[in-house]
């Protein structure tokens, strides 16, 4: 009997919890609903005379509250994002979110807030609560209340006096939007006096509802990668061996050599259109746009039936809201090719006098994208429609979805705004003289100070490239410089308390040159001299391994020839710079670069036909070392429609040295790559071991290194 009180006991107190809880939260919305009936009474009780000024003050309040509760839709729940100290500069798959045009910038609810080329992935989380939406609206309505009421100018001229106090701004989401304002203010006109101080908007948009599907698609992601699904199942999709597919994630066909390639550049632009067109795809089970596509008979039909399907996010809630999905900006993408280019791994292997081949293909790709997902109430602001935006960020590494051990919120020390605070710079006068290579003065240069993850603008350099200012106090930070006709760079200073420093920093142009490719020889040298398709001689020969020589006589490349040039800057203060471009046949593309220390990876294909034709082999057979027959096969002829022919490839201590004074000086800088001439070779003369100089690139380049050199002219 005593345990069974106990037990009692317990549920009764348990009982009076719960009814306390409902009772608060009762109270709390029957006070909030209280205060705007309230606010709407006072409004009536107001002076026939001032009713203009209060009139005026409340179409203030609908105006700045509805500006703010659109920015606040359209960016992700952020009325002003950068007030959380978030970035859009840069590649938008670097930054915290995507811009949409003019001033709207979406964050990301998911996304990886490390580097795209960095060893880990950190996944990160914007999306905010809605008790941060509503403080960032009040925010808003009592930052820009003021603007529109403009101190009630135009009422001065008609002898209105007001004296206006500082407004507090309540925001309360439900099954609508709701702000009340309260704005003490003390009216007189002659004799005459009135007080006035509660002023309320509302708004038809269920901000609620928006948050609770826009929550289920960002959950979903979490926890089930649907848009890296989605991009691995396109990759399989469009897959293939062949040059106008997606180079397969693995495949295997046996053919004795390679005939496909694929260039990095090609694979990129064909995969941000296969995703343009099919992020567009993916939808919202049961949303008002929501659509069941039937694919019709014919090859693969349930194939892509399941992927289609597979698109749809099986989820509820939206039934009066559209929902989209957009591909927003450049996708981030790498792939294992070398030199620009992606190829499968040939293997030859022997057995009874028959050569086999295998081409095996393995791509690993690494692809980050944004998407804009936008949610649309057309009910909403009595029937002109409602959005709410917000972004996710898709990343593939390692035909894997990107995973982390945890999702993380953004480190409230990560991204503070404190440092960049103006009333903050406490140190002496820090002058930051910006000059170029020539020392002439750098004007309009933009000036930064950073510190980790903090980025304070300080200003833009005058006629004489310099800058003065005070800077936060802060020990191991950067002074960043950057000008759009230079290559940025970084210089470490410290800032102390009335400490004057002067900063020296200095930019490499940008360069403006034609980019010409030639190529340098490989010549199939044999017991009867060296063999060309001319069947002549060059005098200037260098000596090579197996049979082959260099030609140091620089060549232009024919038409149907291409390279694919990839340059990559080395410098550990300056910021990255890299640029890849295709040159055909004699053309020169235009180019900018700064002078520097250059990684190179070029590789040149001809787009030609290339037979090594069939040949008949033999092979003794022999017993006790006696011969007593011979084994004789063909190899089969082999055809090839694009035949890499050689490049360059240099690194390390072997990097291209493209110097200032000459650059700055030319109007044409000249790469020479290394070609073996198998194309030169007259095809009677052919034989399948030419094909082992297409894998000789690097060999040569650090062999030949000095003959190499970059030209200008």
Request: with cysteine; proline share 5%.
């Amino acid at each position: 009997m005593h345990q069974r009180g106990q037990v009692t006991a317990f549920i009764i107190i348990g009982v009076l919890i719960v009814a306390v809880l409902v009772l608060f939260f009762v109270i709390q919305q029957d006070v909030f609903e209280q205060k705007a009936d309230e606010a709407r009474r006072i409004a009536e009780d107001v002076p026939l005379e001032f009713v203009p000024i209060q009139k005026f003050t409340s179409d203030c309040v609908a105006i700045v509250a509805e500006r703010g509760l659109v920015r606040l839709g359209q960016q992700g729940g952020y009325v002003r994002p950068e007030w959380h100290g978030l970035r859009f500069d840069g590649d938008v798959t670097d930054a915290d979110g995507l811009t949409l045009g003019g001033d709207v910038r979406v964050p990301y609810w998911l996304y990886n807030r490390a580097a795209n080329r960095a060893n880990v992935i950190q996944l990160t989380s914007l999306k905010p609560s809605i008790e941060q939406m509503e403080q960032d609206l009040e925010r808003w309505v009592a930052e820009e209340l003021s603007f529109c009421l403009d101190s009630y100018q135009g009422f001065a001229e008609e002898g209105f006096v007001v004296d206006a106090g500082e407004p507090t701004v309540v925001v309360s989401f439900a099954d609508n939007v709701q702000v009340q304002v309260e704005l003490p203010l003390r009216v007189s006109r002659g004799t005459k006096q009135s007080d006035m101080r509660h002023f309320f908007a509302e708004f038809d948009v269920n901000i609620v509802q928006l948050y609770d599907v826009a929550s289920k698609i960002w959950q979903a992601q979490q926890e089930f990668s649907f848009l890296e699904g989605h991009t691995l199942n396109l990759i399989t999709l469009f897959g293939a061996t062949s040059t106008d597919a997606l180079p397969p994630m693995t495949d295997m066909t046996f053919e004795l050599a390679n005939t496909v390639l694929w260039t990095e550049l090609d694979v990129k632009q064909r995969m941000e259109q296969m995703l343009s067109s099919y992020v567009p795809l993916l939808r919202y089970y049961g949303s008002r746009n929501f659509y069941q596509y039937q694919v019709p008979e014919g090859k693969y039909r349930e194939t892509k039936q399941r992927i289609l399907n597979d698109m749809i996010l099986p989820l509820d809630g939206a039934q009066n809201l559209e929902v989209r999905f957009e591909l927003a900006g450049t996708p981030y993408f790498d792939a294992n090719a070398r030199g620009g280019i992606i190829q499968p791994q040939s293997l030859s292997l022997s057995a009874a006098g028959i050569t086999f081949g295998v081409q095996n293909f393995k791509t690993v790709y690494d692809v980050s994208y944004p998407v804009w997902v936008s949610l649309f109430d057309p009910t909403s602001f009595k029937n002109q429609g409602y959005f709410f935006n917000f972004g996710l960020e898709a990343n593939v590494r390692n035909n894997r979805p990107a995973e982390a051990d945890q999702i993380l919120p953004l480190p409230l020390g990560g991204r503070q705004t404190l440092l960049c605070d103006i009333e903050q710079r406490h140190s002496g006068a820090i002058t930051t003289v910006v000059r170029d290579v020539f020392e002439q003065p750098v004007v309009g240069a933009q000036v930064t100070f950073v510190l980790g993850d903090d980025v304070c603008t300080i200003g833009v350099t005058d006629s004489a490239g310099r800058l003065t200012s005070s800077f936060p106090i802060a020990y191991g930070g950067i002074v960043h410089v950057a000008h759009p006709d230079y290559l940025g760079t970084s210089v470490p200073v410290t800032p102390e308390i009335k400490v004057e420093k002067t900063v020296d920093v200095a930019l490499s142009p940008l360069h403006e040159v034609s980019l010409d490719v030639k190529k340098k020889k490989l010549i199939k040298c044999g017991e009867n001299g060296c063999v060309t398709a001319f069947y002549g001689s060059d005098p200037l020969q260098l000596p090579a391994e197996a049979g082959w020589s260099l030609s140091t006589v620089p060549v232009s490349l024919k038409r149907g020839e291409q390279a694919i040039v990839q340059l990559q800057r080395i410098s550990s203060v300056d910021d990255p710079f890299q640029f890849a471009t295709v040159v055909t046949g004699a053309e020169k593309p235009r180019i900018r670069i700064p002078a520097g220390m250059y990684e190179v990876r070029m590789q040149m294909i001809a787009s030609t036909e290339y037979v090594i034709p069939a040949k008949e082999e033999c092979e003794d057979i022999e017993i006790a070392g006696i011969k007593v027959d011979e084994n004789c096969y063909t190899l089969a002829e082999i055809k090839l429609d694009d035949v890499p022919i050689g490049g360059l490839f240099v690194s390390g201590e072997d990097a291209l040295d493209i110097e200032a004074e000459k650059l700055y000086a030319a109007q044409t800088l000249t790469l020479f790559g290394l070609s073996p001439a198998i194309l030169d070779v007259p095809v009677a003369l052919r034989d399948i071991t030419d094909l082992e100089q297409i894998g000789k690139t690097e060999e040569y380049s650090k062999k030949y290194k000095e003959f190499v050199e970059p030209g200008f002219t």
